[in-house]
């Protein structure tokens, strides 16, 4: 295992997730925020909606973008799964964002890290032969 990665992808995984809950808190209170035209009127939701759209687009963006820019190379693995991980972790704790102040579980992000760190230390192009015999660069 390649330990340089691992910790490059936990890092990036750290703030992935940091900014996908920011953007959470502050969508889910600006959609509070929305006052209604009328006493039935579902007011927020556009903002609500938008809200979880734009956290579950940033995922993958910023995983993507942060590994490269740390010079990590072929990362689909921590992309494919990742985000998926993320939309089920964030519709399952959604409530608990929701509320003014509220958090997700530490041990939920904590874990979600974890598996990001391991999602990303796999590369799939670390192989040391090829079919020849011969080690690659």
Do not use: C
């Amino acid at each position: 295992m390649n330990y340089a990665r691992a910790l490059k992808a936990a890092v990036v995984t750290v703030v992935a997730t940091a900014a996908g809950h920011l953007a959470m808190s502050a969508g889910f209170a600006w959609a509070r925020g929305q006052k209604p035209d009328h006493p039935d009127d579902w007011s927020g939701l556009p903002e609500f909606g938008a809200t979880v759209l734009a956290t579950w687009t940033l995922m993958p963006l910023a995983l993507w973008i942060g590994m490269r820019v740390l010079g990590e190379r072929r990362t689909q693995l921590q992309i494919l799964l990742g985000t998926p991980l993320w939309i089920g972790v964030s519709s399952v704790y959604i409530d608990d964002v929701d509320r003014p102040g509220g958090l997700m579980p530490v041990p939920v992000l904590v874990m979600f890290v974890l598996a990001g760190a391991l999602l990303g230390a796999y590369d799939p192009g670390s192989v040391r032969n090829d079919e020849t015999g011969t080690e690659r660069a």
